[in-house]
């Protein structure tokens, strides 16, 4: 069974930083491409950024480029997305995405909250 | 910036054929996904590349596309296809999500 567990959201002031971890298990990891999607409350989804399988193409939209770095380690099945500089708006739940073909898998997600 | 359109609501009532559209200029090289999204869960991927079904979807889902716009159908809906429905597409290295469509199935 595929497994993708979101880890390191919480509480944080406008400002701050926060690491994301997403630790994958049941798949080839390093066979799929990993992204990030957030959800604010009440609102749909969006696409954050997206990692390639070797870890060379790293994409982001535009409202989160220069303070989110997303990384992988294939050798340790994990995910991570690095966020500085944090908003108001930046809160959502976040989720991890694993997706290959018609192979598509998401975790369960971690709310981050950015509140002063 | 890319966008993707998709209406804000449809209604159908049980066993009614429930369509939902999503337009964009992006929406040319057979590479949308959609994605159903019931309250509190994860998505859950239906269709991708426009119009193939992942396994263990039912067949009552189907996509379609011409031009710009792609088309996500349910025949014959049913009360637990209630949920919200989101066109997930690629420009280039950026993704792109519609802004997602409430189905109501009552």
């Known amino acids: 069974e595929v497994q993708l567990v979101e880890s390191g959201g919480g509480l944080v002031q406008p400002g701050g930083s926060l690491r994301l971890s997403c630790a994958a298990s049941g798949l080839t990891f390093s066979t799929y491409w990993m992204t990030w999607v957030r959800q604010a409350p009440e609102k749909g989804l969006e696409w954050v950024a997206n990692i390639n399988e070797e870890g060379s193409g790293k994409y982001y939209v535009d409202s989160v480029k220069g303070r989110f770095t997303i990384s992988r380690d294939n050798a340790k099945n994990s995910l991570g997305l690095q966020m500085h500089s944090l908003r108001v708006e930046d809160t959502a739940v976040y989720y991890c995405r694993a997706s290959t073909g018609d192979l598509d898998f998401w975790g369960q997600g971690t709310l981050v909250t950015v509140s002063s | ?106």
Request: hydrophobic letters at 30%; glycine letters at 10%.
């Open chain 2, 1 to 106: 910036s890319y966008e993707l359109t998709q209406p804000s609501a449809v209604s159908v009532s049980p066993g009614q054929t429930a369509r939902i559209t999503c337009s964009g200029d992006i929406l040319t090289k057979k590479n949308t996904r959609w994605f159903q999204q019931k309250p509190g869960q994860a998505p859950v991927l239906v269709i991708y590349k426009d119009s193939e079904r992942p396994s263990g979807i039912p067949e009552r889902f189907s996509g379609s596309s011409s031009g710009t716009t792609v088309t996500l159908t349910i025949s014959g809906a049913q009360v637990e296809d209630e949920a919200d429905y989101y066109c997930y597409s690629a420009a280039g290295n950026n993704r792109v999500f519609g802004g997602g469509t409430k189905l109501t199935v009552l």
